[in-house]
């Protein structure tokens, strides 16, 4: 495929060894920017505590000490905290799935009355800084209006708001509409109802934004920080983010970078194991200019 | 048409209902107002019933990541059980036990435990959210057998308006921390810490004459902490924050000047504080573990933190009052009581805090047990018993003593009156820290025209709070 | 007749399953942000002491623009989301650019970018934490190497906001370089081939074929981005403590929160939220009318 430079240019004498110079710097500078935290953090983990606050900091460990990572499991339960933070991750990314996609196919394609203002609506509340409604929000969950139920402690405090979600929305209908009206139309003569038209026709076609919205829900739940430190003020029911933070100020700084290196681990596993079809969801999906 | 009318219909409701629910928040405060002293003065005074069954919730369970202590706590729930066999201890943990947000989200939306931990300057922000029980019908010499040896000036941050709210567990009074180690080295006596800002001034530039990155005296001066130091610093000059009412800034004095003096000269003139600053807690704890570090002002458990968290040893590090010796500021935590506990509850609570905070040998005092934990016993914190209690405490911290009380021996011998921090402490630090990073980053600084700044916003502060 | 009224039933049916499939997300929506939000906007005119709650007007906005921290925290925001678009516009459209012409070692690169972004931000923050140490950081050591000066990074009044905005940076740039890459890719090699047959150097290319080409996604992504980093807050709290040093990293948000749950003075936590609401909503409607006359 053709780009800003031309192969042709490339294959110039000059041009080739240009290239592998910027070839050389870029994996090595990018090496260094991305994988060197990361080999910090794990070398971090098998040093005492004195060589890792010691000055100037060391590049190996002086002595390995893999304890630090089983008191770090332990101390801190990362498990149990990894544990809550996928379910809380999954179980977003089943009910956004669920009514966004909904929701963004009904404002698409079945275009009730009010749709645009629902949609201006919704779209509104991504201008609302999230800190700014956290302690109404907070009073809502504690006493849902009409229903009467307490949210906090349980994992719908965390799942119900993330389905609030207007950029999520915003993408899949902007897909959807792209979708041509005429398969629409044919699948109604055809006698097909809406959710099955919905079924059968729009959601194999929009694997790729799925795809794209999948990963922002689950990261969504992964970064959170402030909410999750609201609703969930059981250690036993807390996501990483929390738990570690506030566990790492009583335990030493060795064991809790031995904890953030476990704790990185599942994720940048898979991503490594999945980034093929990662990359390919979030570069091909439906953000194209 | 429909959908209209019905979209339409259901957001009024929402909002009719938001409405209704703001208004039921409102009148809840007030009617719940009065059960707890209704409970009856004839017998709330008497202490709980063993038969009497009640399920009290209780915050501030040690974590996991303190096995021992947490073992501690189930032992002491399964012997308070045995007097108390029909009260159930529902046990929460978490660490830290406050956060800031989830103890104002908790307020707010009144979940927190029947019995909750907070610190001294709290019990302002728990009464505005209309968060406490008036306790002080059920505290007595009965209820609370060591009540008369209680510091009255810690019990007193637990008050308002004369009335009881919470029994402290914890209290710290500021004092000089030192490293005996770089006392060694730069030939000053490690038994003879300064007391005087003169005298620190003059051993922070023996220590600092050491080199090799070692700074003679450190201080902070970042999120708050550098306005809570200076604080700290006043008090010990015999200064004051605020005017007794509160209402005004009452810092812009000579001693108050004298404070900012003595960090500009340290850091300045004496160029004894290294050009790192705006520092925060921990940083200057983890300075001194690692032997970069001569003196700062500080308390007590800091020696713990150095010890258990950052792997240093209890022989190097020693303890002096509070330079200058007027009045050493004092902070540390309580259990408050819910409002609209019931008054078996409050009893219940009451019975577990005596058992495991105020009871001599036994909870947090039974010293061999903490030694046989491998916990360190001897450090003076906490620190609220006077008189004939506190005689006993020390006897009995000395014959389990895992640390070297005598490297403390100064603090104690001196035994500065300790001074509770001002009302709104928060939003004034907030604003002295600016003052205190100033002269410790900024050569030029000018003493005069930055306490003028900081007292008309404290004062502008202090107005917008009435 | 019966025609009109057939079809008005039927869209009658028809609006009801549209509202039907609606109805969760509209539940979502109206408990966890509309309904707060007209709380919140109640709320700033209340204020709340010994339990008892009372309509005080505007005097919480009042005494908001009268606190000293108002303005800085202001322009603290500002300058933080100009740093932050700076870098965090800026770096990932380059590196993006840079990628798109590699013909070598492209996945590695583009899955080294991503992966801060598949971190748990807890892990990153704290690691940026340790490294601007002054003291015993990587950081300053490796400045001391390279016999440059060493910083105070956040210790300093300086230099702190820049700090957490390189960490910001570092976290967040992989989600944005993809984005940009997808867009470079939808360029059709033609229009560069025309350029160059006009004599267009690399520059001029880059200005004239690629800008343009991707300036919708461009724009787009830069909303989102003024208006996310105009609501920085786990950085900074977690970094300096949320203030730093003198104040320097005090952002319009950090001051909610600190009004909100370190002064327990919730009335002016959401007269300054309200503020914000409005300074947010202003831009965005401005951006839209702008870009509505671009186009």
Redesign the interface.
Known sequence: MRTLISDTQLNRPGGRRAYRIVLVLVVLVFTLVFLGPLYWLVTGGLKSTREVIQNPPTLFPHQLHPATYREAWSQLRIGRLLFNTLYYAFGALALQLVFDVAAAYALSKLRPVLGNLILGMMLATLMIPAAVLIVPQYLTVLDLPLLHVNLVNTPWAIWLPTVANAFNIFLLKRFFDSIPEELMAAAAIDGASPLRALWSIVLPMSRPILGVVSIFAVVNVWKDFLWPLLVQPDPRNQPLNIGINSLSLGVSQNVVIAALAIASAPTVVFFLIFQRNIMAGLTSGGLKG | ????V??RR?VA???A???A??AA??SS??SS?GDAGKAGSADAAAPLDPAAKVTVSIDCQP?????AERKQWADDVAAFNKLYPNVTVAS?????CE????????L??R?QTDVFYSYFTDL??V????GAADISAYVNEKTVPALKDIDPSVLATLKADGKLYGLPTSNYKMGLLYNRKLFKQAGLDPEKPPTTWAEIREAAKKIAALGN?VNGYGDY????QGGWHYTAELYGLGGSMTTADGKKAAFNTAEGKQVLQNLYDLRWTDNAMG??????WP?LM??M??D?LGMYVGAPDDITYMVQ???GNYDDYGMGPMPGGKSALLGGNDYIFKKGSTPDQIKAGIAWINFKYLTIGKGQFDYARTKGDGLPVGLPQPFFFTGAGLAADNRAKAASATVPVQNYAPYLAASVPGKTEPA?A??IY??L??AV??VL?DRGANVDKLLADAES?VN??LA??Q | MAAIRTSTRQRVRQNLTAHGFLLGALLCFGYFSWYPMVREVVMSFQKTKRGRTTWVGLDNLDRIVQDPAFWQAWRNTLLFTVLALLLGFAVPFVVAVLLNELRHAKAYLRVLVYLPVMMPPVASVLLFKYFYDPGHGLFNHLLAGLGLPTLAWLNSSTTAMFSVVLAATWMTMGGATLIYLAALQNIPGELYEAAELDGAGLLRRIWHVTVPQTRLILSLLLLLQIVATMQVFVEPFLLTGGNGPEGSTTTVVYLIYQYAFNFDNYGSASALGLVMLLVLAGFSGLYVRLSRSAD
């Open positions: 048409m429909t959908s209209d019905l979209l259901s409701l929402l909002a209902a938001g409405l629910l703001s928040a409102c405060g007030t107002g974590p996991v990541s303190k096995p929460k943990d978490g660490f830290p956060e800031p947000a989830a103890f104002t989200a908790q707010k939306g979940t302002n922000q009464l505005d959210a209309n990155g001066s970042a999120t708050n050009a790192t600053q705006g520092l925060k940083d983890t300075r573990a690692t970069k968290t950052l792997k709104n928060q939003q907030k604003v820290d600016n990073s100033a980053t916003q502008q502060v917008n709070l």
